[in-house]
């Protein structure tokens, strides 16, 4: 089980001076101990590989490996270690391990490059504190690891992956495992991490509790199991009053799917009754594909106030489009005293400034953009804000009040004054129209049950990977919105 503090690389970098200070575990000995570590996962993972390759740096992630090699040619394994770099630059505890590795393999001289075919490559190359592009020997020796038909075990993070954004620098290795160790850094969980990092296996290294009590995390990791029991289960004598009235508004001319989609979602996370406000010619298809929908024609704002009287939470934005109709109707759910759950087109409309923001200290308000939304609110590009998304996803939350959930690979939940949380759940196959709509109902649905925006907003996130998940089960080329509300219902009954 993986822990759900992450940290950024300074503040692992705080916690290592905590053990060596405080807790007076030398540093060679954290070394050996991430080594031995290593070693055992790479047993564990791979237990019938002969051949190791290590390939290492001249800093303490090399110090790693080198423990590594030593270990696997005390087992009578076959290893060979790659070195990138100068010898002369390793320093302190890593020079000590290289010396031991050499004491302990009579004839093992490192080489430039991978010599043969081994069973199992260990990246050492770089840890944490790379912050620049990977370029020359380095590069190579990162290309040379993804053309290998080996699998890799990266030690800490894959090298030439930024660890405290999951952004690749120019080019980073594609793990089979990472093993982390001390405290899980934050970009494994983000952006490229996710693709680069492979399984995440964590490693303490037997660091005390206390240590860990002096750094505070940078964000948390969230997944479906942790959000179990957070609504509880319906008391016997229920009724459907109980569990909140979600208003869906959206559905403009051809994208009336959008609309019943959340209406949908919402109503199998649970909400008690779930209206749609939509453009009048999508109430007979919709109605007739999903009657339990109060579907009601809106042509005009006004024809919104009484469904907006009857509504705990509205959710705007699904097809809801960006001319006068939809901007009218949001502006009309601004107004309203209501919880508000804004997506797409919605957000859109907020960032051109055709409709005031609403105001988050009145009543709980929830975003929930992808890349491209975002990047409009803050007036950057998406590569801009894809560089960093712990950073754009806490700008977000301060530029405009409210909780702020950042879709994309490592959907980051977040709000001001809190840490935010990372889910982990999901798969590629959700690259598909639809996902952001059935989203957005989850989450409407969450709030309409008693939840929080924060919890909603993330036990959403978490729900929704997991339906996902599960509907992938059958493949993910294919995955369909429809299937991931079609799971739903069993994963739901869990919370």
Request: glycine fraction near 12%.
């Amino acid at each position: 089980m993986l822990p759900t503090a992450l940290y950024r690389a300074c503040d692992v970098r705080e916690l290592d001076r905590h053990a060596i200070g405080t807790a007076g575990i030398p540093g060679i000995e954290l070394m050996e101990r991430a080594g031995f570590e290593s070693f055992r996962t790479l047993r564990e993972r791979w237990p019938t590989a002969r051949r190791v390759a290590v390939v290492a740096g001249p800093g303490n992630n090399g110090g790693d490996g080198f423990v590594v090699a030593r270990l696997a040619a005390r087992e009578g394994l076959s290893v060979s270690v790659t070195l990138i770099g100068d010898v002369a630059r390793i320093r302190g505890d890593a020079l000590a391990t290289y010396r031991r590795m050499l004491d302990a393999v009579p004839g093992l001289e490192p080489v430039r490059c991978l010599r043969e075919e081994p069973d199992v490559i260990v990246d050492a190359l770089f840890g944490t504190g790379l912050t620049r592009d990977v370029t020359g020997a380095a590069a190579s020796a990162v290309q040379e690891m993804n053309d290998s038909p080996a699998p890799v075990l990266a030690l800490d993070v894959p090298s030439g992956l930024h660890s405290d954004t999951g952004r690749m620098l120019g080019g980073a290795v594609r793990a089979a495992a990472t093993v982390s160790f001390i405290g899980l850094k934050q970009g494994l969980f983000t952006a490229e991490g996710r693709e680069c990092a492979g399984a995440i296996v964590y490693r303490d290294l037997d660091v005390p509790d206390h240590v860990f009590a002096r750094v505070e995390a940078s964000a948390r990791r969230l997944a479906y199991e942790d959000c179990l029991g957070l609504i509880g289960p319906r008391r016997r004598d229920s009724h459907k009053g109980r569990f909140g009235h979600v208003l869906v508004a959206g559905g403009d001319h051809g994208l009336a799917g959008a609309a019943r989609l959340a209406g949908e979602a919402a109503a199998r996370t649970g909400a008690g009754l779930v209206s749609v406000a939509t453009r009048p010619e999508h109430v007979a298809p919709i109605v007739a594909s999903r009657p339990e929908l109060m579907v009601r024609g809106i042509d005009s704002p006004d024809a919104l106030g009484p469904l907006l009287d009857r509504a705990s939470v509205v959710a705007v934005g699904p097809g809801l489009g960006r001319n006068e109709w939809g901007a009218s109707l949001l502006e009309r759910v601004v107004a309203s005293g209501c919880a508000i759950v804004i997506d797409a087109d919605a957000i859109n409309l907020l960032a051109e400034g055709a409709v005031a923001w609403p105001n988050a200290a009145a009543r709980a308000v929830v975003y929930t953009p992808h890349p491209g939304e975002a990047a409009r609110v803050l007036d950057m590009s998406v590569d801009t804000l894809e560089s960093d998304r712990f950073a754009s996803a806490q700008a977000l939350a301060e530029t405009r009040p409210g909780t702020w959930l950042l879709k994309g690979a490592g959907t980051i939940v977040a709000e001001s004054g809190v840490t935010p949380r990372v889910c982990e759940g999901g798969n590629p196959g959700m690259a598909s129209g639809g996902m952001g709509d059935v989203l957005t109902g989850i989450v409407a649905a969450l709030l309409a049950q008693g939840c929080g925006a924060f919890d909603a907003a993330s036990a959403g996130a978490c729900v929704h990977a997991a339906a996902g998940d599960t509907a992938a089960e059958r493949g993910e080329r294919g995955l369909l919105a429809g299937d991931v509300v079609e799971a739903l219902r069993a994963l739901v009954g869990r919370l």
